[in-house]
């Protein structure tokens, strides 16, 4: 299983990014597609998180404003993210769970000047 997360890049305060995490190799069900995040010195955190059956959970610093989706039979998900704040900024990992197992792809890094 590969995750390929794209979208990342440097966006202005107020601004909107839109990430998308491609899933392939093993794949026949995503029973769970999540993204995490770790600015330095900060703790990773689980920003968004959905399940097959369609329901979503939020980290309270990005409810309101972070949007995910997941298309199952594209294999792909995605994180809109509007509104955008400076500490917003970090690398983000997407992850999907599929059988009780967890793949991670890499980061891509999300800017946001002030």
């Known amino acids: 299983v590969q995750l390929q997360a794209s979208g990342g890049g440097l966006v202005q305060t107020g601004g909107s990014l839109r990430l998308s995490c491609a899933a392939s190799?093993?794949?026949?069900?995503?029973?769970?597609m999540g993204w995490y995040r770790q600015a330095p010195g900060t703790q990773r955190e689980l920003v968004a998180f959905?399940?097959?059956?369609?329901?979503?959970s939020y980290a309270d610093s990005v409810k309101g404003r972070f949007t995910i989706s997941i298309d199952n039979a594209k294999k792909m998900g995605y994180l809109q993210m509007n509104s955008l704040k400076p500490e917003d900024t970090a690398p983000y990992y997407c992850?999907?769970?599929?059988?009780?197992?967890?793949?991670w792809g890499q980061g891509t890094l999300v800017t946001v000047s002030s």
């Open positions: 959905i399940s097959s059956g369609g329901s979503t």
């Open positions: 992850i999907i769970q599929q059988n009780g197992r967890q793949f």
């Open positions: 190799g093993s794949i026949f069900t995503i029973h769970g």
